[in-house]
T-cell receptor
């Protein structure tokens, strides 16, 4: 069966510090991978998605970047965090072809102070 | 531009009764729709989906209805249980890898 891991579960970082959130998927090959953010009281905002190694599509211009160094690894980064980067970050995967549901990881709660 | 809208931020229902969660969309190219359930501090869990070639899909207590002409879908939960209390998101895809989510509806099932 497939599983998706995210870490850390919670993170408190000062403004201006760097960020690295990691997501890995097990039990599947060539998944589509996604990063979402849920700000307080808001819906799920798609930040990035990737259909293959090194292929990243950005949905919203922002202070964040994403990378996919391996087939089942997706990393969300920032060089300098802003207060507005606080939120709940979710990684998700879907099968590579056809119409398929997404499966989400447990999320990372990021607080920027 | 919010292409997927959930206009009711919250809903309260008595245990055993029907819960109806609504979702409207604007993009006529959307052809696949999903519903997710989310508890606080957890990732969303997939509930049920429907393709645009159907108008109804049922899975246990959950039924999704799609009205393409009205660009509207709804999730029915019958009977509602206290464990159903969560935030429900609808999402839509236009045959691509992207999914657009609504802002969610918080359902509270009262015992």
């Amino acid at each position: 069966s497939q599983t998706i891991h995210q870490w850390p579960a919670t993170l408190v970082q000062p403004v201006g510090s760097p960020l690295s959130l990691e997501c890995t998927v097990e039990g599947t090959s060539n998944p589509n991978l996604y990063w979402y953010r849920q700000a307080a009281g808001r819906g799920l905002q798609l930040l990035f998605y990737s259909v293959g190694i090194g292929q990243i599509s950005s949905e919203v211009p922002q202070n964040l970047s994403a990378s996919r160094p391996q087939d089942r690894q997706f990393i969300l980064s920032s060089k300098k965090l802003l207060l507005s980067d606080s939120g709940f970050y979710l990684c998700a995967w879907s099968a590579g072809t056809g119409l398929n549901e997404q499966f989400f990881g447990p999320g990372t709660r990021l607080t920027v102070l | 531009d919010q292409q997927v809208k959930q206009n009711s931020p919250s809903l309260s229902v008595q245990e055993g009764r029907i819960s109806i969660l609504n979702c409207d969309y604007t993009n006529s190219m959307f052809d696949y729709f999903l519903w997710y359930k989310k508890y606080p501090a957890e990732g969303p869990t997939f509930l049920i989906s429907i393709s645009s070639i159907k108008d109804k899909n049922e899975d246990g207590r959950f039924t999704v209805f799609l009205n393409k002409s009205a660009k509207h879908l709804s999730l029915h939960i019958v009977p509602s249980q206290p464990g159903d209390s969560a935030v429900y998101f609808c999402a839509a895809s236009a045959g691509t890898y992207k999914y657009i989510f609504g802002t969610g509806t918080r359902l509270k099932v009262l015992a």
